[in-house]
Every structure is written in structure tokens, then in C-alpha cells.
């Protein structure tokens, strides 16, 4: 029976992406902002993640990407728990995730190929592949013959499309989005959406947190709900 | 049931996914980092020229000016070095004391066991000397009367080496009918020896003080730079820049601005010495030529370029070390 359950947990590990076993994530002052959360995502799987304001979903995101730790609990990210991952590893752990803001986080003095070429530069790749990649990206979101403009000549949607084009050029199999559609009109959004779409059909994990109920519900994906840091629908 | 992974993280697992994995591609890398941290690190530079270019002279003026002190000391050792400290004491005989007289206190002072060697400078002798090198030879012409006293020069045996001994000797001197008063010339040698090693220490502290300030000023001057690029620091580390790639950057301007100062130092204490060149060098002559200029040699140049860069990189290191850590994405 032993064997049988680690069997079933190795198998489990084996196929996940991502995966929270009880996490609690208590900010000084503040409580609990999240409370014993557990579920996974597997691989190639797209998720949302919703709930009212405040509700944690933001801080599930940073403990994904390393910007928080949890305070009880393990966040397991393609087979490796990030609790034991020391300081200088998180640079590397951030590579697999692929973040994408509600403000776009755009350096405004940099043109848009030189902000999505900056996760290659970090990575050490040379000239011709940094151009060769930054291209794809920004043909993939539908900017290719921007790449000289500057993010603030763009509209809303096409800098949230350099965002996106940024956090997936590296090729991360994990994509993270934190209200990704929170200052877009509701057509915009379904493009964007449609997007991400796309990148899970060819393989990528994505979790998008968005409290947008009714765009959600047009799409056809799994819903996780936070309700005061507790998951109440999964 | 709780699902417990302790699976340590090992580096190399997360590094695999840089670029490629092997050596060359690693090397490859590398490279592309630090040619990206040198261009952009100048491109800054240039981007904001004015207030580099203040940084710069001002770095430069307070590395100048150690420079500057520690030529002028060099130079003045120039002089200083010729001069060797020995225990020779000159006597200075009484005007009305005929040269017969002083000729016989020689004889009586060679008697002494104590004495070395006795040497009489009569008075035409020490005009002549003195028209010779003093510079002053027309002026001397012009007096009426040879102003010079008769000289005695004793020089102690080295068995004399003790301090008071020679003191009681110098005492001796003084008390003799005949001498107008006794000197010993390595008085004055150990005074400008002492002066010489004070110059050399105060250059050594003055270019601390400065070398100090140079360095703050550098970490401020990145300081500066990095609150300004905070936004950049925070969405690198976003998107997984480790903490090498963000000081990079920041550790080429630091030495960027250490050099750029060294080399406007340079230029500065250069210029400085080829204008007074000319007058120094029309002094000299009019002594006995013995005299010429010293200028920032090679190996002085380089140590001068070095130290620059150095604190420059140093500079901006401290600030990186204490400031970096306060920018983190949360």
C-alpha cells in the first residue's frame, strides 16, 4: 500500500508543472493571505485563476516566480521544490517561467525589439540567434515590423503584445500572467487570450490569474478560485 | 496525502538551460555578456555626457592633485638626494682672529684623538667657493670687503657616532677664544631629510584622503545611475538576470569613469609640468644645472591609470554590494 501511494506521487510528480501542497503565505501584519492551497497543473495544461481582489492571487503568482516564498507549505515547479531553491538559483528558476503584467513592465527608453531581446541577452545568446528569436516572438504575436518603435508610440494592446512576446521567447514552459487583460477593452482581451491559447497548444503550461468572470467563462479552461486565500474551486 | 519532494536543486540542472550546455557554447556566452556589459556600460556613458564629463573632471582633478604632490616631492628629492648626511662640523672663526692664529687652533683641534680630519678655508678661498656656486658672485664683487669668516672644517672620527658626544664635542668648539660659533652641517642635512620624509608621508596621506573621496564619489555617481535604471534592475531580475549580469554593467561604468579620470589626471599634471618647465629649467641654470625636471615616468603613468580604474570599480562594487540588494521585484 506504501509503495502504491509513492508510485502514485512519483507518477504525479512526473507529469506536473506545477504543483502546490498546502501552501500558506502569511505577510507580516497582514494574516493570512493564503491559506493550505494545494492543486497542480500539468503539463501543456492552461488554467485560470480568479477570485475577488485581495483574494491571493497576485501572491500565488510571486510564489511561482520566486518573488515570494511561502511560509508553510512547497511549491513544486517542473519537479523541483522552490522552498530549497537557494538565492542564487532563482535567476535560473525564473528562465522556465515566462511573466506577463497588467502594466506590461516595458523599459519606455528601449525600443520593442530590445525589450523582448532582453531575457536572451541575459541568457548569453549571441547577436544573429538574439535577432533570429526576437523575430519569431514578435511575428507569433502579430508586432513583426514594429521592432524599432518605442513601447510608447504603441496602444495598450500592442504593448501587452511586446509583454507577451518578451515572456515567451525564451521558450519557458511555464507562462504566468498576472491580469493580463486588467487595462484592456473586451476585444483586446480575446485576442490576448486567444493567444495564450495558442502557446498552450504548442506545449506551454499557462496560468492566467484575471477576476474578468465573464471572459473566463467564454473560454472553455479549468477555473481556479481563491476566496480569501483559501481554494474554494478547483 | 501530502506529497513531500526533498529533491535538492542542483545549479548545473537550472544552467543546462542558459544556452546549450556545452564548454564552447558556455564560453560563447560568456563573452556575448561582457562584450553586452562593456558597449552598454559606454553607450550610458555617452548617452548622458555632461554630467560624466563633471564626474570625470572632477575625479580628475582630485587624482591630479595626489599626482601632482607626489611629482613635486619627486622632484624635490632630486635636490635632497645629492646631499649626504655626515658628521662634519664647521667652526667659524672670530673676525679679528688672524689666519696665523686660526692655522695654529687647526693644528691644536688635529692633536685630538677624536678628530678625523681638519681642513682650513681661509677667506679668500671661501669667497672664491662662494662666487662659484652661490650665484650670487656678482654681488659679492660689488662689496668692499670680503665679508667671509675663516672656516674650520673637522670632521669627527666615526667612533663618534653617538649623538652627545658629538654634542659635548660641538660644546668644546663653542667655548674655544677663537670661534665665532660652531656648526654641524648635518644639522641642517637631517632637517631637509626629515622635511623630505614628511613631504613623502604627507603624500602618501594626502592621495588616501583623495583616493578616498575619488571613491565615494564614484559609488555616488553610480548610485545616481542605478536609482535611475531601477525599473531596468527590477524587470532584468524579472526575467531572470542573475546578479552578475545586472553588477556588469555598472562595475564597467565605475571603471569606465576610474580611467577616463586617470587619463584627464594626466593630461592635467603634464600640462602643468611643460608650463613650468621653461622657468624651472632658466632657475636651474642659473644655479649649477644640476637640476632637471621630473615627469610622470611610464611606470608611474600605468600605476596612475590602474589605481583609477580601480577605485572606479571598486567605487561602484561598494555601492552594489549595499544598494543592489534593497531592489528586489517585490
Not at chain 1, 511586446?162 to 515572456?167: D, E, F, S
Not at chain 2, 687647526?106 to 682650513?120: C, F, T, W, Y
Not at chain 2, 542573475?242 to 555598472?250: A, K, L, S, V
Amino acid at each position: 500500500m506504501q509503495m502504491l501511494l509513492s508510485m502514485h506521487c512519483l507518477l504525479k510528480t512526473k507529469k506536473s508543472m506545477l504543483q502546490f501542497d498546502n501552501v500558506s503565505m502569511r505577510y507580516p501584519g497582514a494574516g493570512d493571505v493564503l491559506r493550505n492551497v494545494s492543486f497542480h497543473l500539468e503539463r501543456g495544461e492552461m488554467a485560470f485563476l480568479t477570485g475577488h481582489s485581495g483574494a491571493g492571487k497576485s501572491t500565488l503568482l510571486k510564489l511561482i516566480a520566486l518573488i515570494e516564498r511561502s511560509s508553510r507549505g512547497q511549491v513544486l515547479l517542473d519537479d523541483q521544490n522552490l522552498n530549497q531553491a537557494k538565492d542564487r538559483h532563482i535567476p535560473f528558476i525564473r528562465r522556465k517561467v515566462g511573466l506577463i503584467f497588467q502594466d506590461y513592465k516595458l523599459l519606455q527608453d528601449r525600443t520593442v525589439f530590445d525589450n523582448v531581446a532582453l531575457p536572451l541577452i541575459i541568457a548569453g545568446y549571441g547577436h544573429h540567434e538574439v535577432s533570429r528569436r526576437v523575430r519569431a516572438a514578435l511575428d507569433k504575436v502579430g508586432l513583426l515590423g514594429k521592432e524599432k518603435k518605442y513601447p510608447a508610440v504603441l496602444s495598450g494592446g500592442e504593448q501587452q503584445r511586446v509583454g507577451i512576446a518578451r515572456a515567451v521567447v525564451n521558450k519557458p514552459p511555464m507562462i504566468l500572467a498576472d491580469e493580463p487583460t486588467g487595462n484592456l477593452d473586451p476585444e483586446l482581451s480575446a485576442e490576448i487570450m486567444h493567444l495564450f491559447e495558442q502557446f498552450q497548444q504548442v506545449g506551454s503550461t499557462v496560468l492566467i490569474a484575471s477576476h474578468d468572470v465573464l471572459l473566463i467563462a467564454q473560454m472553455n479552461y479549468r477555473v481556479l478560485k481563491l476566496d480569501h486565500g483559501q481554494l474554494v474551486e478547483s | 496525502m501530502r506529497h513531500v519532494t526533498k529533491k535538492p536543486i542542483k545549479q548545473e540542472r537550472w544552467q543546462t538551460k542558459i544556452s546549450g550546455g556545452n564548454f564552447v557554447d558556455k564560453l560563447y556566452a560568456y563573452r556575448n555578456l561582457h562584450a553586452h556589459a562593456l558597449f552598454s556600460s559606454l553607450g550610458r556613458l555617452v548617452a548622458s555626457r555632461f554630467s560624466s564629463a563633471m564626474t570625470i573632471v572632477v575625479l580628475a582633478i582630485a587624482i591630479s592633485l595626489a599626482s601632482g604632490f607626489y611629482i613635486l616631492v619627486a622632484n624635490l628629492q632630486q635636490l635632497a638626494g645629492n646631499l649626504e648626511a655626515s658628521n662634519q662640523i664647521s667652526l667659524f672663526i672670530k673676525d679679528e682672529i688672524s689666519e696665523v692664529r686660526a692655522n695654529k687652533f687647526a693644528d691644536s683641534i688635529r692633536k685630538n684623538p677624536d678628530i678625523q680630519a681638519v681642513k682650513l678655508i681661509t677667506k679668500e678661498q671661501a669667497l672664491a667657493e662662494f662666487q662659484l656656486y652661490s650665484g650670487f658672485g656678482d654681488a659679492v664683487k660689488a662689496l668692499e670687503k670680503n665679508p667671509l669668516p675663516v672656516v674650520i672644517q673637522v670632521l669627527p672620527k666615526n667612533s663618534l657616532e653617538n649623538e652627545q658626544a658629538l654634542a659635548v664635542l660641538l660644546d668644546d668648539f663653542e667655548r674655544a677664544a677663537e670661534v665665532d660659533f660652531a656648526q654641524m652641517d648635518m644639522q641642517w642635512v637631517k632637517r631637509v631629510q626629515s622635511i623630505m620624509e614628511v613631504a613623502r608621508r604627507g603624500v602618501i596621506l594626502l592621495s588616501l584622503l583623495l583616493g578616498t573621496g575619488v571613491l565615494f564619489i564614484t559609488a555616488n555617481t553610480i548610485r545616481l545611475e542605478l536609482y535611475k535604471r531601477r525599473d531596468e534592475v527590477v524587470i532584468a531580475k524579472l526575467v531572470g538576470a542573475t546578479n552578475g549580469f545586472i553588477h556588469r554593467p555598472f562595475l564597467y561604468s565605475g571603471f569606465w569613469i576610474g580611467f577616463f579620470s586617470g587619463v584627464t589626471a594626466w593630461f592635467i599634471v603634464t600640462t602643468i609640468m611643460l608650463i613650468l618647465k621653461r622657468p624651472v629649467e632658466t632657475l636651474s641654470r642659473l644655479y649649477d644645472d644640476g637640476f632637471h625636471i621630473v615627469f610622470l615616468g611610464f611606470t608611474e603613468t600605468l600605476a596612475l591609470l590602474l589605481i583609477s580604474s580601480v577605485l572606479g570599480v571598486v567605487g561602484s562594487w561598494i555601492v552594489l554590494h549595499f544598494q543592489l540588494r534593497q531592489l528586489k521585484p517585490e
